[in-house]
């Protein structure tokens, strides 16, 4: 299994500034992604953190809105720039690991989520 | 893209009743389907998942049922419990091949209340 914490757990922020939210696994792994939830909605996958190489970004997200790192392999940023309050949203983190003896298949752990309030 | 499921209903049932939660999926070439709950203030903990070569699997008090002929997914909680309520996700990918299941494609979820 895998336990991710994320920082910070909420903010709120102001129109125009940016705010870059950690993602810290407590293991070495090697698919993690970037999810945003708009509120009282589903999860939408924003990119793919690679490590030692630029993240892949879905339809809809571009770099330069949402940076990504990817020092190692058991740490990512996302950053939200030039925030809106359309970017109001929990962004979560996920990573995907094995389940141990409970299965031969992976399972995608998510982290908390960071709360992001844009006034 | 390809969706998966369409509305963000909700359920109401009574304590040590069985729930079902169900949703449909579009992509045809889907191989890995997962259920996921989310409690209040945290993110999606997995419930169970199955693969598209089967159509039914069970863990504890749970089991998800997989209709490929009609593209739908369920998920059916027995002796529901307070403890259940959350909101409820389906998700699917076209694995990334082995064990890993790659990208994943959400539903709209389904709200779950337990009275007790």
């Known amino acids: 299994s895998a336990v991710i914490s994320q920082k910070p757990s909420r903010d709120i922020c102001q129109r125009g500034t940016s705010l870059t939210i950690q993602c810290q696994v407590d293991s070495q792994v090697t698919m993690m992604f970037w999810y945003r939830q708009q509120p009282g909605q589903s999860l939408t996958l924003i990119a793919t953190?690679?490590?030692?190489?630029?993240?892949?970004?879905e339809s809809g997200f571009v770099i330069d809105k949402f940076p990504i790192s990817r020092p190692n392999l058991t740490f990512s940023t996302l950053t939200v720039s030039n925030m809106s309050p359309e970017d109001s949203s929990i962004y979560l983190c996920s990573v995907e690991a094995s389940r141990g003896s409970l299965s031969s298949y992976n399972e995608q752990f998510f982290g908390p989520g960071t709360r992001l309030t844009v006034l | 893209g390809e969706s998966v499921g369409l509305h963000l209903p909700t359920l109401s049932v009574q304590e040590g009743d069985n729930s079902i939660i169900n949703c449909a999926y579009s992509?045809?070439?889907?191989?890995?389907f997962i259920w996921y709950k989310q409690e209040s203030g945290k993110g999606p903990q997995f419930i169970i998942d199955?693969?598209?070569?089967?159509d039914k699997r069970q863990g504890q008090r749970v089991t998800v049922l997989l209709n490929k002929t009609v593209k739908h997914l369920s998920l059916q909680i027995a002796a529901t419990q307070p403890g259940d309520s959350a909101v409820y996700f389906c998700?699917?990918?076209?694995?990334?091949?082995?064990?890993?299941?790659?990208?994943?494609?959400f539903g709209q979820g389904t709200i779950l209340t337990v009275h007790p």
């Open positions: 953190a690679n490590q030692g190489s630029e993240a892949t970004y």
């Open positions: 199955i693969r598209s070569n089967m």
């Open positions: 998700a699917e990918n076209i694995g990334a091949g082995g064990t890993s299941y790659g990208k994943l494609t």
């Open positions: 992509n045809s070439a889907s191989d890995y």
